[in-house]
T-cell receptor, first 117, second 119 residues
Framework: AQTVTQSQPEMSVQEAETVTLSCTYDTSESDYYLFWYKQPPSRQMILVIRQEAYKQQNATENRFSVNFQKAAKSFSLKISDSQLGDAAMYFCAYSHAGGTSYGKLTFGQGTILTVHP | DTEVTQTPKHLVMGMTNKKSLKCEQHMGHRAMYWYKQKAKKPPELMFVYSYEKLSINESVPSRFSPECPNSSLLNLHLHALQPEDSALYLC??????????????????FGPGTRLTVL
């Protein structure tokens, strides 16, 4: 079974600074996706970034980038130029790309990010 | 457009009531999901529909009854719930290839959720 581990229950960052959230996962599959989702106090789960396992290049979305280390099964999220609106719970998630898992997401326990002005 | 809508936003019900949650997407996605989420915890998968057929039931109690009337709509019928069922209920959808036989699936997009309180 796949597992996702987020070892940082809480993190904090000063506005305009950079912060990195950690995530490790375990799988025996070769074709899968990894995601970071953000959930602010409004509770809407918002996709931040997506990585396909067979792509070597790290995904980036504006101020958000990942460091994907497939051999080490590590998938960290870097937030640059942090903004107050980045404050939220961040979930790392894994899904097998095909087969009868039907895209079932395995989530980590989440990291609460606080942004200080 | 990656919008998934859910109604109602909030629902309060007694243990003897029958109510329904509704989810809708118009992205042409053929996989739809129900999740239950308790405060400060990750979402827990309840059901997956693939091409309007129930594909995964994560051993959910029968007081929760899902329904997929068409490819855009997903309902969750609630009956005789318990106070511990109070939670945020999230719907999600994703693209799926393969006609429902377990093809390639991609990113799940979530709705805003229904906050359910059972008295």
């Amino acid at each position: 079974a796949q597992t996702v581990t987020q070892s940082q229950p809480e993190m904090s960052v000063q506005e305009a600074e950079t912060v990195t959230l950690s995530c490790t996962y375990d799988t025996s599959e070769s074709d899968y996706y990894l995601f970071w989702y953000k959930q602010p106090p409004s509770r809407q789960m918002i996709l931040v970034i997506r990585q396909e396992a067979y792509k070597q290049q790290n995904a980036t979305e504006n101020r958000f980038s990942v460091n994907f280390q497939k051999a080490a099964k590590s998938f960290s999220l870097k937030i640059s130029d942090s903004q107050l609106g980045d404050a939220a719970m961040y979930f790392c998630a894994y899904s097998h790309a095909g087969g009868t898992s039907y895209g079932k997401l395995t989530f980590g326990q989440g990291t609460i990010l606080t942004v200080h002005p | 457009d990656t919008e998934v809508t859910q109604t109602p936003k909030h629902l309060v019900m007694g243990m003897t009531n029958k109510k329904s949650l509704k989810c809708e997407q118009h992205m042409g996605h053929r996989a739809m999901y129900w999740y239950k989420q308790k405060a400060k915890k990750p979402p827990e998968l309840m059901f997956v529909y693939s091409y309007e057929k129930l594909s995964i039931n994560e051993s959910v109690p029968s007081r929760f009854s899902p329904e997929c009337p068409n490819s855009s709509l997903l309902n969750l019928h609630l009956h005789a719930l318990q106070p511990e069922d109070s939670a945020l209920y999230l719907c999600a959808s994703s693209q799926e290839e393969g006609g429902g036989a377990g093809g390639r699936t991609d990113t799940q997009y979530f709705g805003p959720g229904t906050r359910l309180t059972v008295l």
